[in-house]
C-alpha cells in the first residue's frame, strides 16, 4: 500500500504559484515549494488545479436490483473517474432501501470496492410509496449511518407525511431530500410543459408542480424546524423561491439545494430530437430556467452541484420517448460541464468549483472529513484537475455499463488527472485504481 505520494505542482484552488503537496497515511502533512523527499510515488501535476474531492449529493448505482444498468463497483470507477471522493446512492433500488439491511449492503459494497465512500440514502417512505415512514431510526443506528434520507424519483406529496418526515429527520440530526413534483398537477408527463413539448404532443410537467411543492416544503422545514435539501432545482421559480427563503430573517429550519450539471447546460429545444437519452425528470427546461439556475448557482441560491446520475440499460432507453425511462448519466461528465457553463463564462472560479462541489455538499450532509481545505493537517480527499485540456464525451468509454449521456460527441473543457481518497489514489489518467 501507498503510504506515502508527493504531488509535484499543483495550484490549490487554481490561485498563486504551485506548489508541491505531501500526503501521509492519508492526510496531507506538508505544502509547500520544492518538497524534496523520498516517496513511494511521485505525481507530475504540471500546474493541475488542486480542488477537495467532490461530494455528489445525488447518484443512483442501481444495485441492488438493475445491475445491468450499473453496480456498485462500476459506479464507483466512473465516480472516482470523475472526481469524486464521496457519493450518496439513491435508495430507489429493488429491493428499495428502506431498511436496515439494504442500506447495510450498500454501505458494506461500497466500503469493498473503495474507490469512493458510498454513502446509502435512506427512503422516507416504505417501499417509496409514500403512505407510511420507513424505520428511518434503525437505518440511522444501523452500521451505514444513514443521515440522508429521500424516496428520490418520486415526491413525497401528501403534506402531513412530509410534515411528519421532516420532524422525524431533524430529531435524527439527518437531512431529507425531496424531490420536487407534484403527480397531481398533470397526467403521464414526459417533457417540461411548454410549446416544445405541445408540438410533439407531449403532455409535460408545469413548473409550478416543482415549484409548489418546494414553497410547501420550505414553510414546513421552517415550522417543523426540520431539514430540506431540494434535489435537482430545475426552474426559475424554484430559484426565487429559494432566494426569498434565504434572505433576510431566520425562518427557522434549514433548506438547501441542489442544481445537476444537465439542467445548467441543456434546455427542452432537445425535444426536436425525440431522442430518449433526453429524457429526463425534472425535465429539461427553457433557456431563460438554465440562466436563472445558473445564476442561482454562482449567487449561492443553489448551495451545490449534484449528479443525479441515472444510467438506464438500453433496452430501457432505445425505445419510444414515452416508454423510455427518465435518467442520464452524469458522474464523469460533472467537472466539464460545471466548467464550461460556470467557470469559461466566468460566473465560478475554482475556490467556486470548490464549494459547490465539494464543500457545500459535505456540509449539508455533515461530513466531517470531506470538503476540507488544502491545507496541513487536513485528510488528503483531493482530485487534480487540467483546466486547459478538453475531452470528447463518448457513451462507450464511460465507466459506467449504460452510456445514456447527452453530451454524447460533445468537447468539454477540464480533465481529472487524479483523484485521491484519504491519501490513496483512486484514479489516475483515465484508469481507476482498485
Ligand atoms: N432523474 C431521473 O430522471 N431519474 C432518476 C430518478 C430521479 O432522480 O428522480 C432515476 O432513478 O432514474
Ligand atoms: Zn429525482
Redesign the pocket.
Do not use: I, L
Given at each position: 500500500m501507498t503510504e506515502r505520494v508527493l504531488l509535484k505542482e499543483v495550484r490549490p484552488y487554481g490561485e498563486g504559484e504551485p506548489v508541491d503537496v505531501l500526503v501521509e497515511d492519508g492526510m496531507i502533512a506538508r505544502v509547500g515549494a520544492s518538497i524534496d523527499v523520498d516517496a513511494d510515488e511521485i505525481v507530475h501535476a504540471d500546474g493541475a488545479i488542486a480542488l477537495p474531492g467532490f461530494v455528489d449529493l445525488h447518484t443512483?448505482l442501481r444495485e441492488p436490483g438493475r445491475e445491468d444498468a450499473e453496480t456498485i463497483e462500476s459506479g464507483s470507477v466512473a465516480a472516482a473517474l470523475g472526481g469524486f471522493t464521496s457519493v450518496f446512492a439513491?435508495a430507489?433500488t429493488d429491493p428499495v432501501a428502506d431498511n436496515a439491511v439494504v442500506v447495510e449492503h450498500v454501505w458494506r459494497r461500497g466500503r469493498e470496492v473503495g474507490l469512493v465512500d458510498v454513502h446509502p440514502v435512506g427512503a422516507v417512505t416504505v417501499g417509496l410509496k409514500g403512505e407510511k415512514l420507513a424505520e428511518m431510526g434503525t437505518m440511522a443506528k444501523s452500521s451505514a449511518g444513514v443521515r440522508v434520507f429521500s424516496d428520490?424519483?418520486l415526491c413525497v406529496h401528501d403534506p402531513l407525511l412530509m410534515r411528519r418526515a421532516l420532524e422525524y429527520t431533524g430529531a435524527l440530526g439527518g437531512v431529507l431530500a425531496q424531490?420536487a413534483e407534484d403527480p397531481r398537477l398533470t397526467v403521464d408527463a414526459q417533457a417540461h410543459e411548454g410549446p416544445n413539448a405541445a408540438r410533439l404532443g407531449l403532455t409535460g410537467w408545469p413548473a409550478p408542480a416543482e415549484e409548489s411543492i418546494v414553497a410547501r416544503d420550505c414553510l414546513l422545514a421552517g415550522h417543523t424546524g426540520g431539514s430540506l435539501h431540494v434535489c435537482?432545482v430545475s426552474t426559475r421559480g424554484t430559484a426565487d423561491i429559494l432566494r426569498w427563503w434565504k434572505s433576510g430573517e431566520d425562518r427557522g429550519g434549514t433548506v438547501s439545494a441542489e442544481v445537476t450539471p444537465h439542467h445548467l447546460l441543456l434546455t427542452d429545444e432537445l425535444l426536436e430530437t425525440y431522442d430518449p437519452v433526453n429524457k429526463?425528470?425534472p425535465p429539461l427546461r427553457t433557456d431563460a430556467d438554465a440562466q436563472a439556475l445558473r445564476q442561482a448557482l454562482a449567487d449561492g441560491t443553489v448551495d451545490c452541484v449534484a449528479t443525479?446520475h441515472?444510467p438506464?440499460a438500453a433496452q430501457d432507453k432505445c425505445c419510444e420517448w414515452s416508454a423510455a425511462?427518465?435518467?442520464m448519466l452524469g458522474l464523469q461528465t460533472a467537472l466539464g460541464v460545471v466548467a464550461s457553463t460556470m467557470v469559461v463564462p466566468g460566473l465560478l472560479d475554482w475556490r467556486g468549483v470548490a464549494r459547490v462541489m465539494s464543500e457545500n455538499p459535505a456540509r449539508i450532509a455533515n461530513l466531517g472529513d470531506q470538503g476540507r481545505p488544502i491545507a496541513e493537517g487536513e485528510p488528503a480527499n483531493l482530485v487534480l484537475v487540467d483546466p486547459e485540456h478538453r475531452w470528447t464525451v463518448r457513451g462507450e468509454e464511460l465507466a459506467s455499463i449504460a452510456a445514456n449521456t447527452p453530451f454524447e460527441g460533445m468537447e468539454l473543457p477540464g480533465r481529472v488527472l487524479t483523484t485521491m481518497l484519504r491519501g490513496r489514489i483512486t484514479a489516475h489518467e483515465g484508469k481507476a485504481r482498485q
Open positions: 443512483h439513491m430507489n428520490d424519483g424531490h435537482h429526463v425528470n443525479d441515472a438506464h425511462r427518465p435518467g
